[in-house]
């Protein structure tokens, strides 16, 4: 089995403070708490297992400030004009506040949360009604579906091309969020704060899937990480540079 799409990561100068926001967004509980890590995930069963649909979110603590718009944004996904409304009030009476990123007259909502990451609120839409609170984690590229093949791989999800050339990945399973690739022409100037994190399953090699991944277009990226000794995950970026890392093998 190749490596999936696991989880997405985002710097933090304050990751309590941060997930906090969050778990109140998306009203999914935090799942593991350290001083330079926080976890929101979806609700887990006593088995430990996922209720619904989702994606975890990781937030660790880094010291750098956000100076760009991020490449990597989330989706919120919406039922009724109602509850659109309803869930925007509630984010801005957590700390998002509205944004306007050149984005014009549309029906869905751009906020940032409390450390300025872009996000949106979308109007009801039937491909989402499946996917639970997260509709979709989103990827700026400038080439959708030449950067596609790649997160297809990467991910183990299944990809579509959508009209206008946007590309959509789905989950084997079909549930929700997806992973959207849109078309964005900004250049990338800075590391990305919100990267995607992918893991083999519990019986594959990592080293394996980290050269499998280097035959598909990754490079070996460095973000400080330190010597491969003192981590247990691999640092790579995407073909268009965006970093990634290859977690230890896992259920």
């Known amino acids: 089995m190749p490596t ?96 306007d990123i050149g984005q014009g007259a549309v029906p869905w909502m751009v906020l940032a949360d409390p450390e300025g990451n872009e996000f949106c609120i979308l109007e009801p839409r039937d491909e989402y009604r499946a996917t639970g609170a997260l509709a979709a984690v989103v990827l700026d590229t400038p080439d959708p579906v030449t950067l596609t093949p790649f997160w297809e791989a990467a991910s183990g999800w299944s990809a579509e091309v959508l009209a206008g050339g946007d590309a959509r990945l789905t989950r084997p399973d079909g549930d929700g969020p997806y992973l959207e690739l849109l078309r964005n022409d900004d250049a990338r100037v800075a590391k990305n704060r919100v990267h995607l994190d992918v893991a083999p399953a519990a019986a594959e090699d990592q080293g ?40 230890s093998p896992r259920d």
Not at 51 to 66: C, I, Q, R, S, Y
Not at 216 to 239: C, F, I, M, N, Y
């Open 208 to 247: 394996a899937e980290v050269d499998r991944l280097l035959r598909r277009g990754a490079t070996h990226a460095d973000v400080g990480q330190g010597e491969k000794g003192e981590r247990s995950w691999a640092v790579l970026a995407d073909p268009e540079g965006n970093e990634m890392c290859v977690l």
């Open 4 to 99: 999936r799409l696991y989880s997405v990561v985002v710097d933090a100068a304050d990751p309590a403070a941060l997930a906090r926001f969050w778990s109140t967004a998306l009203g999914w509980p935090i799942t593991f708490e350290e001083p330079d890590e926080v976890v929101v995930a979806p609700t887990e069963d006593e088995a430990g297992l996922p209720t619904g649909p989702g994606l975890p979110l990781v937030f660790v603590a880094v010291d750098d400030p956000k100076l760009v718009k991020n490449r990597v944004h989330l989706d919120l996904a919406s039922t009724s004009a109602a509850h659109q409304a309803e869930l925007v009030e509630r984010v801005r009476r957590a700390g998002a506040r509205p944004l």
